[in-house]
Every structure is written in structure tokens, then in C-alpha cells.
């Protein structure tokens, strides 16, 4: 998929909340300030930086959705809901 003329590929989690891009693929301005909280597959939590709506070219079948998705650190993976993308 495409996002901000960059290349991502993402991993697709059917289970998800919400879908995951890492700070390195957002513009700063871009970014929203957020009050979710991430709640991790190990109980753990983290403060995402923000969330952002942004473009996504599916480059598969190219067509183009805007997608809902909460920013993070650059050491995170990048994560999709594959319901948002149907």
C-alpha cells in the first residue's frame, strides 16, 4: 500500500481495534493530538503520539480509501484492520 508517496506494507490484523502507521510515514502536521490509549496483546499500555486520517492507495487494486489511523513510535509495526480496507 501507499501512504504519503511512501511504500508500506502493512500486517494486516482481522482482530485489531484500530489501525497502527509509525511516526516515520506521517507529516508532523498531519498528526492530531489523541486520547486513546493502546492496550497491547500483553496487558501492557502506550501513549500513542496522535492519530492522523490519512490516504491509502491500494496499489493491488488501485483504488483509494481514507483511513483512520493511530500514530506511533518508529519501533512499532504498522498494522491494518483488514474490515477498514472492504
Keep these: 500500500m501507499k501512504v504519503n508517496d511512501c511504500d508500506i506494507c502493512f500486517q494486516l490484523d482481522t482482530g485489531a481495534g484500530v489501525n497502527i502507521i ?4 506521517v507529516r508532523k502536521e498531519q498528526v492530531i493530538p489523541t486520547e486513546i490509549t493502546l492496550k497491547m ?4 499500555k502506550s ?3 496522535g492519530e492522523a486520517t490519512l490516504d ?4 493491488k487494486h488501485n483504488s483509494v480509501h481514507r483511513i483512520k489511523f493511530i500514530v506511533v513510535q518508529r519501533d512499532f509495526s504498522c498494522f ?4 477498514e480496507f472492504d
Design 80 to 83: 491494518a484492520w483488514l474490515g
Design 56 to 59: 491509502v492507495c491500494r496499489l
Design 47 to 49: 501513549q500513542p503520539l
Design 41 to 44: 496483546w500483553n496487558g501492557s
Design 22 to 25: 509509525t511516526s516515520n510515514f
